[in-house]
């Protein structure tokens, strides 16, 4: 049972709160690139309860700061990126991607009041279409050498999507295997081969059996998992037959992101980034294993959804998200259209903006998020009381050893699934046209 004080502890995510301080031992995503573009290379973002001004210089570099100036609080959100740096337009004082004062143009010939003035700023790294910035104190740690991290960037794509609710109950949806074969149960196969880019849409490994057929007709998955270097990894077993087993391998990727198979060639890496208490944005990088991403087809299906500029969903709680009831006796179980994201969207922000914990009841297939909520009990004791660092705040030499994670969505021998997921993923990056490392045994 969770108490009302632990699911505060877990969820408010301020500078001053036990999750805050915990997530700003992170890289956290802050926005896509395709945000900054040519015509405006100035964005404003809140992560974690905090207001920033993200820019991109004349040089192509980086910054992200606080979003008020630090002469009289204006916002930098409007400034003007010139001069190498991000001007204010009130008095036209200049900042660079380090938050140095270059220029207080409006002050006497002569002034020295620059040198005095510094913005605080915040590392930004580009990883695979997505903007991290470190937001809190010391160094940060290293980047895994994580699949999404190390693919080509012709095999990578990254979105977005905004959810309106706390980041914890929308990251617990991503390790919660056993809805899938409710929330996303569609009562009729397509062509799997007509729907690239689309989440359970694929047939299974090594079968022609679709993956919607797999979880309409299997639903009473077995769960099993297993603690990580890196989080958790999740067994979803769905028994076929006496001689056949699928098996669904996914992660938990401490602190708030999940990887999963999209198909059996392409993995997703989806964080789950507060904005503030009650309001999140999921990133997701997909990486292909096979053939280049095609880009253009999988932004145009997911603009479909969301709006620019902010990635707010299309469907909503004020338009219902889409519910049709005569779909959902028909074609769908929620009758809420056919893509997962909506499903998984509704099924959050119906738990309210910030979940109560103390009314649930968990049963056996919720042993993952059971598990997930210990290890992040204990990393926030750990930057509470500055012990030991938190699981995957990484030195280099950790973050070289840490790699994959191994995502499977096949059908194996019930007899040996133990051994035909490690294949499956071994075969996989063989054939791969780039450099796809091994995850190490121990891992």
């Known amino acids: ?137 010391g160094d940060p740690p290293a980047f895994a050498d994580l699949d ?30 056993a809805h899938a074969s409710f929330l996303h149960r569609f009562f009729e196969d397509e062509d799997p081969g007509a729907n690239y880019g689309r989440q359970f849409r694929a047939t299974s490994a090594d079968s022609d059996m679709p993956m919607t057929k797999v979880l309409r007709e299997f639903a009473r998955p077995q769960i099993e998992i297993e603690r990580t270097d890196y989080g958790m990894r999740l067994f979803a077993l769905r028994q076929i037959s006496e001689r056949s087993t699928h098996v669904r391998v996914t992660n938990l990727l401490f602190p708030q992101a999940f990887v999963i198979p999209l198909s059996a060639e392409m993995t997703i890496t989806q964080w789950h980034v507060p904005v503030d208490d009650v309001n999140c944005y999921w990133y997701a990088i997909f990486t292909s294993f096979g053939a280049p991403v095609d880009k253009a087809q999988m932004r145009a299906q997911r603009l479909e959804l969301y709006t620019l500029p902010d990635y707010m969903p299309r469907l909503n709680k004020s338009n219902n998200y889409g519910f049709d009831p005569l779909q959902q006796k028909t074609q769908t179980y929620t009758g809420m259209g056919f893509d997962i994201n909506v499903h998984d969207q509704w099924a959050v922000e119906s738990q309210g903006p910030i979940q109560d914990r103390t009314r649930e009841h968990l049963g056996s297939t919720d042993k993952a998020i059971i598990n997930y909520r210990s290890m992040l009990m204990k990393a926030i004791d750990q930057v509470e009381k500055g012990e030991e660092r938190p699981l995957m705040v990484l030195s280099e030499a950790e973050a070289r050893r840490i790699r994959g994670p191994i995502t499977v969505d096949g059908i194996a021998a019930t007899t040996d699934w133990q051994a035909y997921w490690r294949d499956v993923d071994a075969r996989k990056r063989q054939n791969a046209p780039w450099k796809a490392p091994m995850p190490q045994a121990a891992e």
Request: net charge neutral; aromatic share 10%; proline share 7%.
């Open 1 to 137: 049972m969770t108490t009302h004080d632990q699911n505060m502890r877990m969820t408010l995510v301020g500078p001053d709160k036990p999750a805050g301080r915990l997530l700003r031992r992170y890289w956290q995503p802050v926005a896509l690139i395709e945000e900054l573009d040519e015509q405006r290379p100035v964005r404003a973002v809140k992560v974690l309860g905090q207001d920033f001004v993200l820019f991109r210089d004349e040089q192509g570099r980086y910054g992200l700061l606080d979003r008020d100036c630090p002469h009289r609080g204006a916002d930098l959100a409007f400034g003007r990126p010139e001069d190498g740096g991000l001007r204010c337009p009130f008095h036209g004082w200049l900042f660079d991607v380090a938050g140095r004062c270059l220029e207080t143009p409006a002050e006497p010939e002569g002034s020295r009041l620059c040198q005095r003035i510094r913005q605080k700023s915040y590392p930004v790294v580009l990883k695979s279409g997505i903007l991290f910035a470190y937001l809190g104190e």
């Open 148 to 177: 999404c991290f190390i693919a080509p960037d012709s095999h990578v794509f990254a979105f977005k999507g905004h959810i309106a609710c706390n980041w914890l109950q929308a990251l617990e949806v991503g390790i919660d295997p």
